[in-house]
């Protein structure tokens, strides 16, 4: 991340706990509302909490983040690899394509049950909604990205006689890359909050349930230390992601410098 990003990262973050602060002192100095601390405690409080119960809060995010990550792997090899089938196929991209638009029009809300009652384990259906989650974008990112190859290239690669094969490891998979990070830096976070969904219907362990049962229990403390381990969980995987993206796809990363270089 570039010095000038950096800054700006940080300078959101200040503002945002900003904001907070202020709403916050509103609530309860200025309005002097009985339930403020239930509705916006200050920050620093729920720093405090964090760091009261920093183990609880690690473990149950380590249950649904590896959950998350696996599925979100799946996801992303189905997707990936059902974007190069439609990629070489017109008939494939036919046919799969409209059913793969059709099955995001399913909400996660009412899926996670159905999954649930089909596998009959929390852990399974984490990985399985992480999963769902994940291989549209990355299908649909990934199949633009093959798109995009300019026709002048492909038929470079066809006048020199090269593979099938060949053309899709030297042109279109590195050509396709940007396209394919750009799904998974969606896909990142919302597998991670899918993940804390399916939680919900009825876990032993997980961020989801730490969530649920202080809410219900009026431990607010507790649960809003667990939504911002939640956003924090959802915020490194993208990060996650984004650091990959750099190290797999570093002419971009220059070309971008250079870009900002210029502009300035």
Not at 126 to 153: C, D, H, M, Q, W
Request: aromatic share 10%.
């Amino acid at each position: 991340m570039t010095r000038p990003k950096v800054f700006i990262t940080i300078a959101w973050i200040a503002g945002v706990l900003t904001v907070w602060e202020i709403a916050a002192f509103l609530l309860a100095d200025a309005f002097r509302d009985p339930m403020a601390a239930t509705k916006l405690p200050y920050p620093q409080s729920v720093v405090v909490t964090i760091g009261n119960n920093a183990s609880s809060l690690a473990q149950a995010a380590a249950v649904t983040l590896s959950k998350a990550v696996i599925g979100f792997a799946i996801g992303a090899a189905v997707g990936y690899l059902l974007a190069v089938l439609m990629s070489i196929s017109r008939i494939a991209e036919q046919i799969a394509f409209p059913y793969l638009i059709v099955s995001q029009m399913i909400p996660v809300l009412g899926l996670a049950p159905i999954i649930f009652n089909l596998v009959r384990n929390m852990d399974a259906s984490r990985i399985v909604i992480a999963a769902y989650i994940t291989f549209f974008p990355v299908a649909a990112n990934s199949l633009s990205g093959f798109k995009s190859v300019e026709a002048e290239k492909r038929q470079l690669m066809f006048s020199y006689a090269a593979s099938k094969g060949a053309t899709y490891a030297k042109l279109m998979v590195p050509f396709s890359l940007p396209y394919l990070f750009a799904g998974l830096k969606i896909a990142a976070p919302m597998s991670v909050t899918a993940s804390i969904l399916v939680d919900m219907l009825g876990s032993k362990s997980g961020i989801g349930v730490k969530l649920l049962y202080s809410l219900y229990g009026g431990q607010t403390d507790i649960f809003w230390a667990s939504v911002l381990t939640s956003a924090a969980m959802g915020i490194a995987s993208y990060l996650a992601v984004l650091l990959a993206e750099r190290l797999c796809v570093p002419w971009r990363a220059a070309a971008l410098a250079d870009s900002g270089g210029r502009n300035e």
